[in-house]
């Protein structure tokens, strides 16, 4: 019994996880469509003039139901099929997952909790590498990914610097402007200083003393530069990856001569030579001492 259930199981993880097969490729072509179809559902579930029709608003929620009990029989599938289940759980597929048709059973005891089910537009992410046209831009997106995990660390510290000029110049703002012009406290302030060196501006509350306003002018000004910083931190590292990838495309090992390399190899995958980017000059072997000397001699 215990090969017909491998078996079993082996068959279901090649459908629900494997791409590379055509059934695997059409169960993730149903699969997006559902999830488009069911995110369409909950558009139309939050627009009033179609909940009023009562018989509308009970289609909606059959196909709600219909959507979720689907999504929660693949998530079993899923879950039965690899080796570890808990790893899988946990992940953030299995979590996406799971947030995906919580909601719906959530909305049994907090009616509008289905409107959460929006997350299932995250699970996207999985299946757009299967269609061809959004395949083509998978280096792209990849090449993103990399660029903004390069730049946390700097965008980190930008931001704690940020923080500390918020909080400070929302604190100067309260014991400017006071109560009686709406700086009720220090949060407020705060609040005020985010909104100003966003340049979102929302205008509830405002500086009314010349003070007041001259620090308020400096938040302005200084929102400019606060937006225009990490998005040079990112440009940077894109234009980087970009152009080490550029340059690597079709470099050829000098040793034994292998054209076809991954965009960002930096060794040759036959025999390990260090590939030589192009406009970069080879360095010849220096010959060894005792060759030299006894060439001198």
């Known amino acids: 019994?215990?090969?017909?259930?491998?078996?079993?199981?082996?068959?279901?993880?090649?459908?629900v996880f494997e791409t590379n097969t055509e059934m695997g490729k059409r169960f993730e072509r149903r699969l997006t469509l559902a999830i488009i179809l069911s995110l369409c559902v909950v558009i139309a579930h939050s627009i009033p003039s179609v909940v009023?029709?009562?018989?509308?608003?009970?289609?909606?929620?059959?196909?709600?139901?219909?959507?979720?009990?689907?999504?929660?029989?693949?998530?079993?599938?899923?879950?039965?099929s690899v080796r570890?289940?808990?790893?899988?759980?946990?992940?953030?597929y299995g979590l996406v997952d799971l947030l995906a048709i919580v909601p719906t059973y959530l909305s049994i005891f907090f009616p509008d909790?289905?409107?959460?089910?929006?997350?299932?537009?995250l699970r996207l992410v999985r299946t757009f590498h299967v269609f061809p046209i959004f395949r083509s831009f998978l280096n792209e997106?990849?090449?993103?990914?990399?660029?903004?995990?390069?730049?946390?660390?700097?965008?980190?510290?930008?931001?704690?610097?940020?923080a500390l000029i918020v909080y400070v110049m929302g604190t100067l703002m309260y014991l400017l402007e006071g109560p009686e012009?709406?700086?009720?406290?220090?949060?407020?302030?705060?609040?005020?200083?985010?909104?100003?060196?966003?340049?979102?501006?929302?205008?509830?509350?405002?500086?009314?003393?010349?003070?007041?306003?001259i620090f308020g002018s400096t938040m302005m000004l200084l929102g400019w530069g606060v937006l225009a910083v990490p998005t040079g931190i990112v440009g940077t590292e894109l234009s980087r990856n970009v152009g080490t990838k550029a340059a690597l495309k079709g470099?050829?090992?000098?040793?034994?001569?292998?054209?076809?390399h991954?965009?960002?190899?930096?060794?040759?995958?036959?025999c390990g030579t260090r590939l030589v980017l192009p406009g970069t000059q080879r360095v010849k072997p220096q010959a060894p001492a005792a060759e030299h000397s006894s060439q001198v001699q």
């Open 1 to 15: 019994m215990g090969v017909p259930v491998a078996r079993w199981r082996q068959s279901i993880y090649r459908t």
């Open 52 to 80: 009023s029709h009562r018989p509308l608003y009970y289609l909606l929620r059959a196909l709600e139901w219909v959507f979720t009990l689907g999504f929660t029989a693949e998530y079993v599938l899923r879950l039965i």
């Open 84 to 92: 570890h289940p808990l790893r899988y759980a946990l992940s953030f």
């Open 113 to 121: 909790a289905h409107l959460l089910v929006a997350v299932r537009a």
């Open 141 to 162: 997106y990849l090449m993103l990914g990399q660029a903004l995990r390069a730049s946390a660390r700097k965008i980190f510290v930008f931001l704690s610097v940020v």
């Open 181 to 213: 012009h709406g700086f009720t406290s220090v949060p407020i302030g705060i609040y005020w200083a985010i909104s100003t060196v966003t340049t979102v501006g929302y205008g509830d509350v405002t500086p009314a003393t010349p003070l007041g306003r």
């Open 251 to 260: 470099v050829s090992c000098d040793t034994c001569g292998l054209e076809r």
């Open 262 to 270: 991954e965009e960002d190899a930096r060794y040759c995958r036959r």
